[in-house]
DNA sequence: CTCTTATAGGACTATTTGGTCCATTTTACA
DNA sequence: TGTAAAATGGACCAAATAGTCCTATAAGAG
């Protein structure tokens, strides 16, 4: 909620605020499914059932709408994350995040790839405010992998030496990089033998 | 070539190949740069100097141009992947590839992403033609890599058990995955990490 | 209750954008 | 060299799109 509002100042109702989640998760959801550059604003107020003012009076333009859909889908994303990796410290466990996260992918056949990696390569060299925030989010979903990894490693799972954050690194590429090849071939194989990749290599460090 | 040309019958003469050459290459400069949603026909008319009706004498409409933009960058960048990895054998060849990736993609500080990996995730969704081109690039890009990786089976620097072709899709995401990351970081650091962590296991499968 | 501010609807405008059309020039080849 | 097809320039059009404005209603604070 830091990069996205056009109004500082103002008092928000709770009607408002309706209004305004209204817009956000219409174009979330347009964005999601159809890129932001091929949505448009009639579109999101077509999906939302909202009037054009109320847009405007909730956003400055559509780059600051991206940039709420951006805090949004961040949040959802990382609540999500939080969830799924808050708590894990084995191996094991870190093979059922990436079950959850195949299975999903696999429905859709891979389609639109992953919510933020797509949002990422599409409006980071457009939006400066977008892709910081963007930048700042993975940073934050890595950050929970690393995590992951090091209660691996305090549980003896990781030997000492290994360089957590470049593993972290590493295996949120492998995911990014995996939703899109999936996104391109539309299967999700390559999603799923990438991170087993990642997550294999992770495995074999402690077992040499 | 085979997607894109709107002109299947027609004769193509000298100066007409030589307008159709720059316009796909104002539009694959642009589209690179700016993305594909962002990049207006008026801007590649611009750019290219060029009418707009020979734009539609050469194109069927946007569409259609992207789609030569595919067969031309997938043509560049087979060539130089064709170059780099066609013999290479050694897994201080494969480094050396890694280096030439990372060096030219600090030169822009990661802006722009991999132009086909661009490229797909912006046109995956929206283009079915386009997005089957794509995959197939991946494909062969991904066949030179197996063929590196068959080599170095052959020469033993990997066991004979190792699965290529699941080696070279985890390559191609983690490399796919870096840019990506890179890109919204603006810094090749990440893209860099997640090749060294993709290379790495494959060199680890052989000292075991 | 009243007054101020937020919320809402939607018509309206200006601009951009994709796409068409036609008159003219150039090129290939019979 | 004559002619048919290709190439070209650019005016023109229609639809889409971002953005503005004005009026009316709902809601909260004093």
Redesign the interface.
């Known amino acids: 909620m830091t990069t996205a509002d056009s109004r500082d100042g103002r008092r928000l109702t709770a009607r408002g605020a309706k209004t305004r989640a209204k817009i956000v998760a219409a174009a979330t959801e347009l964005m999601y499914?159809?890129?932001?550059?091929?949505t448009t604003l009639d579109d999101v107020l077509a999906a939302s059932g909202v009037s054009k003012s109320q847009l405007y009076h909730h956003f400055d333009g559509k780059d600051a709408l991206v940039r709420a859909v951006v805090d949004h889908v961040g949040e959802r994303i990382m609540e999500r994350e939080r969830e799924a990796l808050g708590h894990v410290s084995t191996i094991r466990g870190l093979r059922r995040w990436r079950d959850a996260l195949v299975q999903n992918n696999a429905l859709r056949h891979g389609?639109?790839?992953c919510a933020l990696?797509?949002l990422?390569?599409?409006v980071?060299?457009?939006d400066a405010l977008a892709?910081q925030a963007?930048?700042q989010l993975?940073t934050e979903w890595q950050g929970l992998l690393a995590g992951v990894l090091r209660r691996l490693q305090d549980g003896g799972a990781l030997p000492p030496e290994a360089s957590i954050d470049?593993?972290a690194?590493?295996l949120?590429?492998?995911?990014?990089?995996?939703y899109?090849?999936a996104?391109?071939?539309?299967d999700v194989t390559?999603?799923a033998?990438?991170i087993?990749?990642?997550l294999?290599?992770i495995e074999?460090l402690s077992d040499?």
């Open positions: 499914i159809q890129g932001v550059g091929a389609a639109y790839g990696g797509s990422a390569s599409e980071s060299d457009h892709r963007l930048s993975f470049q593993l690194t590493g949120m590429a492998a995911l990014q990089g995996g899109m090849l996104q391109t071939a539309r390559p999603m033998t990438s087993d990749m990642a294999a290599y074999s040499r």
